[in-house]
T-cell receptor, first 115, second 111 residues
Framework: DTGVSQDPRHKITKRGQNVTFRCDPISEHNRLYWYRQTLGQGPEFLTYFQNEAQLEKSRLLSDRFSAERPKGSFSTLEIQRTEQGDSAMYLC?????????????FGDGTRLSIL | GNSVTQMEGPVTLSEEAFLTINCTYTATGYPSLFWYVQYPGEGLQLLLKATKADDKGSNKGFEATYRKETTSFHLEKGSVQVSDSAVYFCALSVPYGQLTFGSGTQLTVLP
């Protein structure tokens, strides 16, 4: 169990640019979640996948955001035309689909800073 | 909708003091309850969980009891250490659902 891995750890970009983050879940976990965390707040749900299917999206996920999980393994989160308000920590979590209350395991996050 | 209300911080204690961080929730259905801890520069780590009413979760000296009648899941530790300094998040999930978090409580333990 190598844990959930996220890349990059930090991303600094200019407003208007596109950015893409990657998440590698724990290998046997078939559920994958993306959250966003702003300073001083708890994480907020963005979207989740069961295997390769994206099953739920939060209203926070505007049309500038897109997430994929090809082949049900790693996932990418892309933000197009970044805005100042996109500055946050983006967290990925994974869990095993083995009954309804499996805990989610988090990666260390990608911190996005928009200049 | 689901929500979690958490005791606001920051909380500053001396080493070996007793810790309580209050957490109450609102949820439809039968949620599971969690405490996560976040150390500086790191992601969230699961501290403990409880999946049904009257369950007690415990780990590393921390405890929390799922109280359905008061919709609460307060975190306690009898004797805190400097290494416990971190941000603590209370959270809930319904089966197969995403986590809903409180706003977090910053704990600082002084030697």
């Amino acid at each position: 169990d190598t844990g959930v891995s996220q890349d990059p750890r930090h991303k600094i970009t200019k407003r208007g640019q596109n950015v893409t983050f990657r998440c590698d879940p724990i290998s046997e976990h078939n559920r994958l979640y993306w959250y966003r965390q702003t300073l001083g707040q708890g994480p907020e749900f963005l979207t989740y996948f069961q295997n390769e299917a994206q099953l739920e999206k939060s209203r926070l996920l505007s049309d500038r955001f897109s997430a994929e999980r090809p082949k049900g393994s790693f996932s990418t989160l892309e933000i197009q035309r970044t805005e100042q308000g996109d500055s946050a920590m983006y967290l990925c979590a994974s869990s095993l689909d083995r009954g309804g209350h499996q805990p989610q395991h988090f990666g260390d996050g990608t911190r996005l800073s928009i200049l | 909708g689901n929500s979690v209300t958490q005791m606001e911080g920051p909380v500053t204690l001396s080493e070996e003091a007793f810790l309580t961080i209050n957490c109450t929730y609102t949820a439809t259905g039968y949620p599971s309850l969690f405490w996560y801890v976040q150390y500086p520069g790191e992601g969230l780590q699961l501290l403990l969980k409880a999946t049904k009413a009257d369950d007690k979760g415990s780990n590393k000296g921390f405890e929390a009891t799922y109280r359905k009648e008061t919709t609460s899941f307060h975190l306690e530790k009898g004797s805190v250490q400097v290494s416990d300094s971190a941000v603590y998040f209370c959270a809930l999930s319904v089966p197969y659902g995403q986590l809903t978090f409180g706003s977090g409580t910053q704990l600082t333990v002084l030697p």
